[in-house]
């Protein structure tokens, strides 16, 4: 039976095998490379939404292993339909609030993480919520690997503002920052669109992205 003639999301993601449980014991600090069955580099990307960055990521570089991050399973079930429709072996799913990041990867176990078009939180108050905020930086700073670096993508100017002044108190520090990628030959060399990448940038919006390492 097809993904999409099911309805309860959660007992489909239950049952998927390219879904590994943060719930269960299948997803501990340290198993990754048994997971995957080698010792690949791994690249995540937290809020992958339908899965279109990271699938495409994943098919384009065989050898690296992707984890792909998402909170809610009506989203995740389209990135296991993806799945479904071209199968890769190199690409698994968790579905899980970032902010129990910690649990399911060890220290510097992650090579690269990805943090595309994330949700703004616009109140002062949800800033702690935003993924580029110095207490996910802090989350990410334990899992990254000592010379690993996170990339963010965004056309949110407030957010992107927001993003860039945290990582001096955070203790990072920025090897690339542009404020309209897609008009930057150089950096869009390899450049993969995720899907509101299109999305907004189809209605003329500027895309903001920056590279960003440990101090
Ligand atoms: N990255 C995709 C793209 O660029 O097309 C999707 C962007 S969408 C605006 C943000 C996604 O991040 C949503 O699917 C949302 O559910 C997910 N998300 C937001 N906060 C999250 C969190 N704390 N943990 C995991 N996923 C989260």
Redo the contacts with the bound molecule.
């Keep these: 039976m097809r993904l999409r003639n099911i309805t309860g999301s959660r007992e489909v993601i239950a049952q998927s095998p390219y879904v590994i449980h943060e719930d269960t014991l299948e997803a501990r600090p340290g198993t990754w490379g048994e997971i995957f069955g080698n010792s690949a580099p791994i690249h995540i990307?937290?809020?992958?939404?339908?899965?279109?960055?990271i699938h495409t990521m994943a098919r384009l570089h065989p050898d690296i292993n992707y984890v792909g991050?998402?909170?809610?399973s009506s989203?995740l079930l389209r990135a296991l339909q993806k799945m479904e429709e071209e199968e890769l072996p190199n690409l698994k799913f968790i579905r899980?609030?970032?902010?129990d990041?910690c649990k399911v990867f060890a220290e510097g176990e992650v090579d690269r993480i990805?943090?595309?078009?994330?949700?703004p939180w616009p109140k002062d108050r949800h800033a702690k919520?935003r993924?580029p905020s110095r207490e996910?930086l802090a989350r990410y700073d334990r899992i990254l690997k000592k010379d690993g670096w996170l990339e963010f993508?965004t056309d949110n100017r407030p957010l992107f503002d927001f993003a860039v002044e945290e990582l001096e108190p955070a203790g990072w520090n920025a090897r690339v920052i542009t404020y309209d990628l897609h008009r930057d030959p150089a950096l869009m060399e390899g450049n993969v669109m995720?899907?509101?990448?299109?999305?907004f940038s189809s209605m003329g919006n500027p895309i903001c992205k920056y590279v960003i390492f440990r101090s």
């Design positions: 990307e937290i809020g992958m939404g339908k899965g279109k960055f991050i998402e909170k809610y989203v899980m609030d970032a902010e990041i990805y943090l595309n078009f994330s949700d919520r993924l996910f993508k995720t899907e509101y990448e299109e999305k």
